[in-house]
């Protein structure tokens, strides 16, 4: 199987887009790497502690789709060249560096992972 390094990965992220939301957070993908499907999200983790996948969701066009109905039945496609945004509810950051990280299972390239420092700004 096919390993894309964290580096790579990392690309997805539009540094400095983590924000402090009156919910929790948000954040911004943008996939300049290629088409792909995930068929299953793995819990973000915040400074190293898991999220529950049930407190995050992608909204792309205003359409919002919770981590935990992306489905190897209902895959969610990370759009090529076109923002993504990921929102968790039930956060509270501090403003300061936090480590960030994301995981999700590609078919024919397996569980990919990346994380990514940065410090939020306010909503």
Partial sequence: MISIPNFIL????????????RNGMEFQLLNKLGS?????????????HDIPIDQC????DE??????A?????PFTLA????????????NLTKEAHNIGMGFEVAGLGVLKFDFTD???ND
């Fill in 57 to 60: 969701k992608f909204i792309v």
């Fill in 80 to 91: 090529l060249n076109k923002v993504t945004t990921v929102s968790v509810h039930n956060v």
């Fill in 10 to 21: 990392k690309r997805l992220y539009v540094k400095g887009s983590l924000i402090i939301t």
């Fill in 119 to 121: 410090i939020p700004t």
């Fill in 36 to 48: 792909g499907y995930t068929r299953r999200l793995l819990p973000l983790t915040i400074d190293g």
């Fill in 70 to 74: 992306v489905t190897k039945e209902n």
């Fill in 63 to 68: 359409r919002q789709v919770p981590f935990n």
